[in-house]
């Protein structure tokens, strides 16, 4: 039954645009595409953040290739396809930059939260300081086509943006899928719980783990362009720095980090709850929904600590398939240091 | 090519702001070494503290001193909330769960302070004489913060090492299962790091209204600094930490003369990312 789950789920989804929805379609269709391309970023986290490697500064990765491909696009006319593609190789670079010294010094727990999260900073303040190319802090809008262009990845209807992130969303969900049952997971999971026991039995450390973040890295990069794309407008607060960084994480601890729909289900609650507080509240108490927003993150955290499909899996099957392969407090140390001093 | 005599300024600015900034990552390195959990709303409860001098001092006509004291107040009360109501609950959870119970409370701060009072910036400002150093230009405004944060901080070490309680929680933060064994209570050790750390927020807090304006989102001017200052001094290295603060404060303030402020916060950042990797135990660590 579990094995149909994604088939009959992606299925579903599929037909959802042809649900007739009277008014309601144009602006529902908006939610759902958001929350599938925050789905495929939440699971591109995932990839490494089950393992322990917790970055706190994808923002960097994605605003990074969203920005690069409208910054190509605007200036040279280069087409999303090819600037996205250089885009993905540059952020891919950046995470191969970041991670080597960190796989290499062993820079884990706090410490590579800390230093992913000023990468995040770098770039969002470049972006900002940058502001004659970049718009700075205002942001900058896609250059419009006028028309629908393939070319240009750019469409007035709503549904191919629709089919295209369920797309890019199936396409995240095999990766992570293919990741679980290759030997790296058990690689990764052996550095997670001690990196000089896995180096001890013949595990190349340094190479899994910046195989890892330019994967992880690669993929938000490529789930930049596509939000850049759909809503054709970037700005350095929505796509990179700490904000966008920890929105990420939350959403996936929240769903369940090791399981493979964990991110969908938080993306989706997430986005719902923000949408839904932003509906109620609407331009009257400004800020009050954010601020209810912030309050149940906290809640959920505390109260649901293995995240909505952890939880919930553990009690529908009688123990989760894709597990942890331990208690998540062993998973990475409490007590992680930077190198013995 | 830049007169000398502005470098000069900007590096005794930096020192002045150094000073401010010392006391904020000494008080979230506090909880850092202690309880072991990233405060990401560190800097967020020293906005709220902000808003309090600003009220009590700018609206209701508070004597500057009483708005400061009932800032450092409404500092330790935080802490202790935040231990309380966030940390303890969660004091056996996984790392990234504690930490983004933290970053949840940001998220909730900042957008209720925006509630609360708008995205207006605020300030209090005051009129205090300058000094004119041969040319080098030295506000009060900025002297006496530096000088509040430099007593406080030689009181926050004879508190950590000639007190009872100071040493306990230096002893906790060396190791806590063998404090547990020798008797002494982990918990009310955090709970008066908590209050410690917050009081120091609290500090931070009433001095840094008066240099900058307050708005919802300050926390994310300082706080990733803050961050980075204490894993650059060494986490829980007190000393490691002070030196770190004037570190990072020169970098900004100069290289902020130099080309922007961006591209200031953008060199400390990218000097932090490398020395994590040279010196990963702290700028002041033995290598071993």
């Known amino acids: 039954m579990r094995r149909a789950l994604v088939p009959v789920l992606a299925a579903l989804l599929a037909l959802a645009p042809l649900v007739p929805m009277a008014g309601m379609k144009q602006y529902v269709l908006h939610v759902m595409i958001q929350i599938l391309i925050w789905s495929f970023i939440g699971g591109a986290w995932s990839l490494m953040g089950r393992f322990g490697l917790v970055s706190l500064g994808h923002g960097a990765f994605l605003g990074l290739g969203a920005y690069a491909t409208v910054l190509l696009w605007n200036f ?26 960190c796989s290499r010094f062993q820079v884990v727990g706090h410490y590579f939260g800390l230093v992913t999260l000023a990468v995040g900073e770098v770039i969002r303040l470049l972006i900002i300081a940058e502001r004659d190319w ?19 990845l750019q469409f007035a209807d709503k549904r191919v943006f629709y089919y295209g992130a369920l797309a890019l969303w199936l396409a995240g969900l095999w990766v992570w899928h293919r990741v679980d049952r290759s030997m790296a997971r058990s690689a990764m999971e052996a550095i997670g719980e001690d990196e000089t026991a896995a180096a001890s039995v013949g595990i190349h450390v340094t190479r899994f783990k910046i195989a890892i973040t330019v994967l992880s890295a690669a993929l938000t990069a490529v789930g930049g362009v596509a939000y850049a794309q759909y809503i054709a407008y970037v700005n350095p607060d929505t796509l990179a720095g700490i904000g966008v960084s920890l929105r990420i994480v939350f959403a996936v601890v929240l769903g369940g980090m090791y399981s493979l729909l964990g991110p969908a289900v938080g993306a989706a609650l997430t986005i719902a709850l923000s949408e839904w507080l932003r509906i109620a509240f609407g331009l009257k108490l400004i800020g009050m929904a954010e601020t209810i927003y912030g309050f149940l993150l906290v809640v959920f955290i505390i109260f649901l600590p293995a995240g909505i499909v952890g939880s919930a899996g553990g009690l529908l099957r009688g123990g989760p398939r894709y597990g942890p392969p331990h208690p998540p407090e062993l998973v990475a140390p409490r007590r992680s240091r930077g190198a013995p001093r | 090519m830049i007169d000398p005599i502005f470098l000069a300024e900007a590096a005794v600015n930096g020192i002045l702001l150094g000073g401010v900034l010392a006391l904020l990552a000494l008080g979230l390195n506090l909880i850092f070494g202690v309880i072991d959990i990233v405060w990401i709303a560190y800097v967020d409860l020293v906005m709220l503290c902000m808003y309090l001098v600003y009220f009590l001092v700018q609206v209701y006509g508070w004597p500057v001193w009483a708005g400061g004291l009932a800032a450092v107040a409404l500092g330790a009360a935080l802490g202790i909330a935040v231990h309380l109501l966030i940390i303890s609950p969660i004091l056996g959870s996984a790392p990234i769960n504690q930490l983004l119970a933290t970053g949840g409370l940001l998220f909730f701060l900042q957008s209720f302070a925006t509630f609360l009072w708008t995205t207006d910036h605020r300030s209090v400002r005051l009129s205090l004489p300058s000094y004119d150093l041969g040319g080098i230009f030295l506000p009060l405004t900025r002297v006496i913060p530096f000088a509040i944060s430099i007593l406080a901080l030689v009181a926050l070490y004879l508190f950590l ?77 007190m000393v ?16 902020g003369v130099l080309w922007s402020t961006e591209m200031g916060y953008v060199i400390a950042f990218v000097v932090f990312i490398v020395m994590i990797f040279v010196r990963p135990g702290g700028i002041l660590a033995r290598r071993g």
Request: charged share 5%; proline share 4%.
């Open chain 2, 161 to 237: 090492t000639r007190t009872f309680v100071g040493t306990a929680i230096r002893a906790v933060s060396q190791d806590r299962e063998a404090m547990g064994l020798m008797g002494a209570n982990p918990h009310r050790i955090y709970l008066v790091t908590s209050a410690v750390g917050g009081l120091m927020a609290g500090l931070a807090g009433a001095l840094l209204i008066f240099l900058y304006s307050v708005h919802p989102f300050f926390g994310g001017q300082l706080g990733p600094l803050t961050f980075m200052i204490c894993v650059l001094g060494g986490l829980g290295n």
């Open chain 1, 134 to 152: 970049t718009g700075g802090s205002l942001g900058v809008s896609l250059k419009p086509v006028g028309s629908d262009s393939l070319w240009a």
């Open chain 2, 240 to 255: 490691g930490a002070f030196v770190a603060s004037f570190i990072m404060s020169e970098i900004i303030s100069i290289a």
């Open chain 1, 76 to 101: 040279w006319a280069w087409s999303p396809w090819l600037g996205g593609a250089v885009a993905v190789v540059l952020t891919a670079i950046l995470a191969a930059v970041v991670a080597y010294p």
